[in-house]
C-alpha cells in the first residue's frame, strides 16, 4: 500500500509537492571552519530541561571542536506550523528532535536520511539489546529503512490519590469497573473533589488517553500489517473506549465542568492542587508535585494499566518513543549523525531526567532502573507499572507515515472533544474519524 501524499488533509497537501524543492539550509561550515548544525529541540524547552541540555551539549562540544551545534527550541504548539513552514521555505535543520512519526511523514516526501547505518552499529556493538523494548526502533523502520532513532520515552500514567481512596474503603482499581465505580464514590464537588480529571479539549494530548483505551478494549488504529482498522474490525472496542472514557463527564458527571476545554497542563494543575481522585497525565506530573505541592507527594500513587474488555492481553497504556533524524538535504549529514551517536548513549542523558522526573525516561535497560528512579517512590512506580506496558499508536503495526498525519491533524482527540460537548455519539464520532484516516490509506 503506498502512501499517498496528495490524499492527506488541506494542510498536507500544501506540503506534499514540496519536496523536491529543497535546497541546503547551509553552507554547513561556519566562519571559524567548524562544521555548523542546526539542532531543533520540541520536548527539551522548559527552563530545567534547557540547562540541563545546554551541559549536555557543551560536553560535546569540549570533545567533537570541530562541530559547532546551534540548538533552536520549537514550542510544542507550534510543531507542526513550524515544520511546514520550514519545508515550504527550505530551512531545514540538520537535526531535530520531534513527535513521534514525523521522520516516517517526512521520509514519505523524500526528506529523510535513512539511519540504517546507525541501526547496524547499535546492533554490532550490543545497543539494539540494551534497547528497553524493540517497539522503540522498529517503529521508524518503512520500505525496507529506518528513518528515525528513539533516544527517549514519554509516558501517560494515571494519578491516583492514596487517601481518598483509604477513606472509603476502596483499593486501587485495576479495572475499568473497578475504575469507574472509585471515580464515583469518591467524587464530592461540595468538598472541591472531583473523580476524575482529563484533558477533553480539541487536542493532541486527549487523544493519547483515548489511545490507551482503545488497546485495554481491543481495539487501536491499525492491524498488524499496517491495515485501517479503526472504523472497521476495531470499530466496536473502539466505540467502547470512547464510551467509557467520556462517560466520565457526560454520564457519571465526575469530572470538571470545564474540560471541553482542557489541555495538558489543564487537567495537572486540577490534580496537582488536590482536587481529584484520578488525574490522567504524563510523567510531568511527578515533577510538577514535587515542586508545587510537596505535601501531596505521600498521597499520590500511579495505577497499574487497567484491564479493560480486551483481557489481560490487552494492558497496553499509549506513550511514545520519540525520535531523532537527519533531513536529506543537510550540507552536514556525516557530522549530524556523529552528534547522535554521541548524544544517545546509556547515561548521557541522565542530567536531563535529574532536571525533570518522570518527565522523560530513557530507552536503555541499564539506565531505566536508576539509583534515581529507585530513591523516588513515583519513579519506582511508573516503571513498573506503567513503562513495561507503553506502546506507540501504531501499535501493532510498526512503520507507517500515515500515523504522523493521524496524530498531528488529531484525528482521534476530535471524537473525544466531540462526545463530551455533545455534538455526536460515540459511535458517530468514531465513524466520521474513520473517514477521515481512511482518505490517507486510499490507493
Known amino acids: 500500500m503506498e502512501f499517498k501524499s496528495l490524499e492527506l488533509t488541506r494542510r498536507s497537501t500544501v506540503i506534499a509537492g514540496l519536496g523536491g524543492l529543497f535546497s541546503l539550509g547551509s553552507s554547513g561550515v561556519n566562519a571559524q571552519g567548524q562544521t555548523a548544525l542546526t539542532f531543533w529541540t520540541v520536548r527539551l524547552n522548559t527552563p530545567e530541561l534547557s540547562e540541563a541540555l545546554k551541559s549536555i551539549l557543551a560536553d560535546f562540544q569540549k570533545?567533537?571542536?570541530?562541530?559547532?551545534?546551534?540548538?533552536?527550541?520549537?514550542?510544542?504548539?507550534?510543531?507542526?506550523?513550524?515544520?511546514?513552514?520550514?519545508?515550504?521555505?527550505?530551512?531545514?535543520?540538520?537535526?531535530?528532535?520531534?513527535?513521534?512519526?514525523?521522520?516516517?511523514?517526512?521520509?514519505?516526501?523524500?526528506?529523510?536520511?535513512p539511519m540504517d547505518d546507525i541501526i547496524a552499529l547499535w546492533k554490532s556493538n550490543g545497543t539494539l539489546d540494551n534497547i528497553f523494548s524493540e517497539f522503540a526502533y522498529k517503529k521508524f523502520f518503512w520500505k525496507g529503512q529506518y528513518w528515525g532513532v528513539p533516544y527517549n520515552l514519554d509516558i501517560r500514567p494515571i494519578y491516583y490519590r492514596k487517601d481518598l481512596l483509604e477513606a472509603k474503603g476502596i483499593k486501587p482499581p485495576k479495572n475499568w469497573t473497578e475504575f469507574q465505580a472509585a471515580a464515583i464514590?469518591?467524587?464530592?464537588?461540595?468538598?472541591?473533589?472531583?473523580?476524575?480529571?482529563?484533558?477533553?479539549?480539541?487536542?493532541?494530548?486527549?487523544?493519547?488517553?483515548?489511545?490507551?483505551?482503545?488497546?485495554?478494549?481491543?481495539?487501536?488504529?491499525?492491524?498488524?500489517?499496517?491495515?485501517?482498522?479503526?472504523?472497521?474490525?476495531a470499530k466496536d472496542a473502539n466505540v467502547r473506549a470512547l464510551t467509557f472514557l467520556t462517560d466520565l463527564a457526560t454520564k457519571h458527571?465526575?469530572?470538571?465542568?470545564?474540560?471541553?476545554?482542557?489541555?495538558?497542563?489543564?487537567?495537572?494543575?486540577?490534580?496537582?492542587?488536590?482536587?481529584?481522585?484520578?488525574?490522567?497525565?504524563?510523567?510531568?506530573?511527578?515533577?510538577?508535585i514535587m515542586k508545587e505541592n510537596p505535601?501531596?507527594?505521600?498521597?499520590?500513587g500511579i495505577l497499574d494499566v487497567l484491564e479493560g474488555p480486551g483481557g489481560p492481553a490487552n494492558r497496553l497504556n499509549a506513550g511514545f518513543y520519540n525520535p531523532m533524524f537527519v533531513w536529506k538535504h543537510s550540507p552536514a549529514k556525516e557530522a549530524a549523525k556523529i552528534f547522535i551517536k554521541w548524544f544517545i548513549q546509556s547515561g548521557r542523558l541522565e542530567p536531563l531526567y535529574r532536571a525533570a522526573p518522570g518527565q522523560h525516561w530513557p530507552i536503555f535497560k541499564s539506565d531505566i532502573a536508576s539509583p534515581r528512579v529507585k530513591g523516588n517512590r513515583l519513579l519506582e512506580e511508573a516503571l513498573n507499572k506503567v513503562v513495561p506496558?507503553?506502546?506507540d499508536f501504531a501499535y501493532p503495526a510498526y512503520g507507517r507515515p500515515e500515523m504522523g498525519i493521524i496524530d498531528g491533524e488529531k484525528m482521534f482527540a476530535a471524537p473525544v472533544n466531540e462526545v463530551v460537548v455533545g455534538t455526536k455519539t460515540p459511535e458517530k464520532a468514531v465513524m466520521d474519524a474513520h473517514a477521515k484516516m481512511a482518505r490517507l490509506f486510499a490507493t
Open 63 to 113: 570533545a567533537n571542536p570541530s562541530i559547532k551545534i546551534t540548538q533552536e527550541p520549537v514550542s510544542g504548539g507550534l510543531v507542526y506550523p513550524k515544520f511546514i513552514a520550514a519545508v515550504r521555505g527550505q530551512s531545514m535543520p540538520d537535526i531535530a528532535e520531534a513527535f513521534s512519526y514525523h521522520p516516517l511523514q517526512f521520509a514519505a516526501m523524500d526528506q529523510m536520511e
Open 185 to 233: 464514590a469518591t467524587h464530592n464537588p461540595s468538598t472541591g473533589n472531583f473523580g476524575a480529571v482529563f484533558p477533553a479539549g480539541d487536542f493532541h494530548i486527549s487523544q493519547h488517553f483515548y489511545m490507551s483505551f482503545m488497546f485495554q478494549a481491543g481495539g487501536g488504529i491499525l492491524d498488524k500489517d499496517g491495515n485501517l482498522i479503526f472504523g472497521t474490525k
Open 253 to 288: 458527571k465526575v469530572t470538571p465542568p470545564g474540560i471541553a476545554a482542557y489541555n495538558t497542563d489543564d487537567a495537572h494543575t486540577i490534580f496537582v492542587q488536590g482536587r481529584a481522585t484520578f488525574g490522567f497525565g504524563t510523567g510531568a506530573v511527578i515533577s510538577r
Open 295 to 300: 505535601s501531596l507527594f505521600d498521597k499520590v
Open 389 to 391: 506496558f507503553t506502546t
